[in-house]
């Protein structure tokens, strides 16, 4: 493997594990606070961090000094708002709402299961509008993946659904979906860092109204829970979405939207060992086939070698 796949893996990696931590947290504190507190606080800080990381990384360029990266914008132009607006309204925004809101209503198998449509849709809209077309390996391998999730939720359903919290389930798997194809050609413009800070920051103000509701329940909540907030913005949301945009510009959309399938496997791992919540049989089923999909996703035919081709292109090009 080469170091640049190397790196995107490794970076896609480090997102599935934080992703997946992030429903152990959403669980401990969801008795704290409410579901537009908690996504206000968490984009807030994952924006500070960001910002701070972008501005500290920004060091003055000396007489002599080759430039950093020639052809790629320091700041988005006038053709990048729309889809930035569109992947902070919807992928920070929406989504954060929607799903904090629907695990009130659902218990985390049938929440998991109805979520993870959302890779289906990003590989349908990404073949639709990207030009990625619908690559043998990666539709056979997103079907199979999606039945070990069908088995994880069967799982782990307590059989009772309210239909609000499915309706919000659905939302929310359609606005990760369109946030992802929104998000992937400004990759080829913009550093993956940037683009999560300004989506971040666009989703936190979307979330402003929530501020009287954070401050009060900031006051009553547990220290410990306050810290797991922390930790919700600083890693599943500054880095987790950063290396997400890292690994999404060296692959296709439907290709990394396969590998999150990966995230309710390693979330009932970890519930495992710091919730004590032995899975069942069928969700460890569940588990291996999502397993088997993603590698199947991920195998390497005639048309995926054509699109690695056209994304070294696109790497050459904004050098």
């Not at 972008?54 to 990048?80: I, N, V």
């Not at 907030?229 to 396969?258: E, I, K, N, Q």
């Not at 390693?266 to 590698?295: M, S």
Request: glycine share 10%; charged share 15%.
């Amino acid at each position: 493997m080469e170091p640049k796949s190397l790196l995107a893996t490794g970076a896609a990696a480090v997102t599935v594990v934080l992703w997946a931590s992030a429903f152990v947290a959403i669980r401990h504190v969801g008795s704290d606070f409410s579901a537009g507190a908690l996504s206000l606080a968490r984009l807030l800080i994952g924006s500070v961090l960001l910002g701070a990381f972008l501005l500290l990384g920004r060091r003055p360029q000396q007489a002599g000094q080759r430039p950093q990266q020639p052809g790629r914008r320091q700041w988005p132009g006038r053709r990048d708002w729309a889809p930035l607006l569109a992947c902070g309204l919807l992928w920070f925004g929406v989504y954060n709402l929607a799903l904090n809101e629907a695990e009130r209503r659902l218990d985390a198998g049938t929440a998991a299961m109805l979520v993870h449509i959302a890779p289906l849709l990003i590989a349908l809209l990404a073949g639709l509008t990207l030009g990625e077309g619908f690559p043998k390996q990666l539709v056979i391998g997103s079907l199979v993946a999606f039945g070990g999730v069908l088995l994880i939720g069967t799982s782990t359903s307590t059989g009772r659904a309210e239909t609000w919290g499915v309706v919000l389930c659905v939302a929310a798997a359609i606005s990760y979906a369109v946030g992802v194809v929104t998000q992937k050609p400004l990759l080829s413009r913009l550093p993956a860092a940037q683009v999560t800070w300004l989506a971040c920051t666009i989703g936190a103000v979307v979330c402003l109204p929530f501020a009287p509701a954070l401050i009060g329940e900031l006051r009553t909540a547990d220290a410990s829970a306050i810290w797991w907030v922390v930790y919700l913005g600083a890693f599943p949301t500054a880095l987790g979405f950063t290396t997400w945009a890292f690994a999404l510009r060296r692959t296709s959309a439907g290709r990394m939207g396969a590998t999150t399938y990966l995230v309710p496997v390693v979330a009932i791992g970890l519930a495992w060992l710091f919730l004590g919540e032995t899975p069942a049989g069928l969700a460890i089923a569940g588990g291996a086939l999502c397993l088997t999909g993603v590698a199947i996703s991920r195998r390497r035919g005639r048309s995926t070698e054509e699109q690695q081709s056209q994304v070294a292109k696109e790497e050459s090009a904004v050098r």
